[in-house]
């Protein structure tokens, strides 16, 4: 009997070896097979872009080829957030792949045929509008999935929740938006995702590489506004009054010794920047109040709250020791983007059967920012870079993000097709993965620690200058994971 038992484990583990190899062999011939049309769909995308939740030619554009490909859909999620439900034959987890849809207020520079000649209204001004940060790759890749998937329905094990998710780039002034609202209105709850991958393209990667990063990988993001308010006089006679831009010159300055001087940059990185300043109407009128506006970004709770009050100190302190005033405003728009460890772990082997030995590479800590942080919330995330530098070319040479001359090379989006496939078709739900969805993971990368004694609620996440308070929705979902009530 114990012969026999041991001989049907072994068919069974051969068996399951085979499957699996014959499954990641199908996804690469299908990959390669369509590669043609996600290339022809990320060129459409990119030459119509639209701006945050403007989406609606996009959102349509993807409503359309889902619904062909035989998918459960679901619209107006978020404005104009698009998912689509795809059940497998076989029982399972279900898992989430995120795609971002909209575009920038970048005016395009270059001589490609599909470049953007889009102009949009953003906040009064009529701008040009570019995909200047890449989302039709990410659109065009989880399309390119959608189809993969939806041809090999009968392998997979569980349900495939495709989220189209606008306004990753902020929402307009006003407006709630992207994958905080997303999360809101029940975008992980119906049917409740246990996992959730999110793929980012990038100019300085190159093509047919994937990097990724353990736990705390981007950073979090914080919009100050610092308005300093002086006393207007003629610009032929400053000492008469109080010159706002002056000490705005000086606070700038000291923003920037917090980085330098005054932050543990060994323990993770800070970036201050001033982004925007308006002031004045005249050359020779020195006017009554400058108003600056930036971002913070962090990768370590402790530093954040610190750098607040910083932020705080420097430009209070510095405006009044120039006879002025300055109030400042701190706004977090993302969280940390932290990659589960254990779910890293699990499938860091479907992502080198995408790109192959040698092609997997682990990053350091990117200071830019992704509301994809918000799924977090709700259950294990796995966020990773696929490369769209053209190969040869020194990163140093490629155009950043958020730029005119941005350009990727679609060369190679097959490497994202696959890995998203791969991801789905790997991936198990196990104990492990499950318990690291746990709020004190959370907890470590973003406020205030959460308290988990005694069941009671999550606290309110606080700095020295905001409380900003955790929905009802996942509070509920917090109380609920760390009480065992979920």
């Known amino acids: 009997m114990q012969k026999l038992l041991?001989?049907?484990?072994?068919?069974?583990?051969?068996?399951?070896?085979?499957?699996?190899?014959?499954?990641?062999?199908?996804?690469?011939?299908?990959?390669?097979?369509i590669l043609p049309k996600v290339i022809e769909w990320r060129r459409h995308l990119h030459q119509y872009p639209e701006l945050s939740n403007r989406?609606?030619?996009?959102?349509?554009?993807?409503?359309?080829?889902?619904?062909?490909?035989?998918?459960?859909?679901?619209?107006?999620?978020?404005?104009?957030?698009?998912?689509?439900?795809?059940?497998?034959?076989?029982?399972?987890?279900?898992v989430g792949l995120r795609a971002d849809m909209d575009g920038l207020p970048v005016t395009e520079r270059n001589s490609l045929p599909y470049a953007s000649k889009e102009k949009a209204e953003y906040n009064g001004q009529t701008?040009?509008?570019?995909?200047?940060?890449?989302?039709?790759?990410?659109?065009?890749?989880?399309?390119?999935?959608?189809?993969?998937?939806s041809g090999m329905k009968n392998k997979i094990r569980g349900t495939v929740v495709f989220i189209f998710q606008p306004a990753e780039e902020g929402a307009p002034d006003g407006e709630e938006g992207g994958a905080q609202l997303m999360v809101k209105e029940g975008v992980m709850d119906n049917p409740k995702i246990d996992a959730i991958f999110g793929i980012h393209i990038n100019s300085q990667t190159e093509i047919g590489k994937i990097k990724y990063k353990s736990g705390a990988m981007m950073a979090a993001?914080?919009?100050?506004?610092?308005?300093?308010?002086?006393?207007?006089?003629?610009?032929?006679?400053?000492?008469?009054?109080?010159?706002?831009?002056?000490?705005?010159?000086?606070?700038?300055?000291g923003l920037q010794m917090i980085?330098?001087?005054?932050?543990?940059?060994?323990?993770?990185?800070?970036?201050?920047?001033?982004?925007?300043?308006?002031?004045?109407?005249?050359?020779?009128?020195i006017p009554e109040e400058l108003v600056m506006a930036g971002t913070i970004r962090t990768l370590d709770d402790a530093m954040q709250k610190d750098v607040h009050a910083r932020v705080k100190q420097t430009a209070e302190k510095i405006a009044e020791s120039m006879g002025a005033t300055a109030t400042v405003e701190i706004v977090t728009k993302t969280l940390v983007t932290y990659n589960s460890p254990e779910l890293v772990r699990q499938m860091l082997p479907s992502l080198e059967k995408s790109v192959g030995k040698g092609n997997l590479m682990e990053t350091e800590w990117v200071t830019g920012a992704e509301d994809f942080s918000y799924y977090r919330l709700k259950a294990p995330a796995f966020f990773f870079q696929v490369g769209g530098m053209p190969a040869?070319?020194?990163?140093?040479?490629?155009?950043?993000h958020h730029t005119p001359d941005f350009i990727i090379d679609?060369?190679?989006?097959?490497?994202?097709?696959?890995?998203?496939?791969?991801?789905?078709?790997?991936?198990?739900l196990?104990?492990?993965?499950?318990?690291?969805?746990?709020?004190?993971?959370?907890?470590?990368?973003?406020?205030?620690?959460?308290?988990?004694?005694?069941?009671?609620?999550?606290?309110?996440?606080?700095?020295?200058?905001?409380?900003f308070k955790f929905s009802s929705l996942v509070k509920e979902d917090l109380t609920a994971r760390l009480c065992g009530k979920s």
């Open 221 to 253: 993001a914080d919009w100050f506004t610092i308005r300093v308010k002086g006393r207007q006089t003629h610009g032929a006679y400053p000492w008469s009054g109080v010159d706002p831009v002056a000490a705005s010159a000086q606070i700038i300055n």
């Open 410 to 428: 679609d060369s190679r989006l097959d490497v994202g097709v696959k890995a998203f496939a791969n991801l789905v078709l790997d991936f198990k």
């Open 127 to 149: 701008v040009g509008v570019m995909h200047a940060c890449g989302h039709d790759t990410h659109v065009a890749m989880l399309l390119g999935a959608a189809e993969v998937l």
């Open 6 to 33: 041991i001989v049907l484990l072994f068919v069974s583990f051969i068996t399951t070896f085979a499957f699996g190899k014959n499954v990641n062999a199908e996804v690469d011939a299908a990959a390669t097979r």
């Open 55 to 94: 989406e609606t030619k996009t959102a349509k554009y993807v409503e359309d080829h889902l619904r062909r490909l035989g998918l459960e859909v679901r619209t107006g999620i978020a404005k104009t957030g698009v998912v689509g439900i795809l059940k497998g034959a076989l029982p399972g987890a279900t």
């Open 259 to 285: 980085v330098s001087r005054q932050s543990e940059l060994t323990k993770a990185p800070v970036v201050i920047t001033v982004g925007k300043i308006q002031g004045g109407v005249r050359e020779n009128i």
């Open 430 to 467: 196990n104990a492990n993965t499950a318990a690291s969805s746990s709020v004190v993971d959370f907890a470590d990368f973003s406020g205030k620690q959460i308290s988990i004694e005694n069941c009671r609620e999550p606290n309110v996440y606080e700095s020295p200058l905001q409380a």
């Open 392 to 400: 040869g070319k020194a990163p140093k040479d490629a155009a950043p």
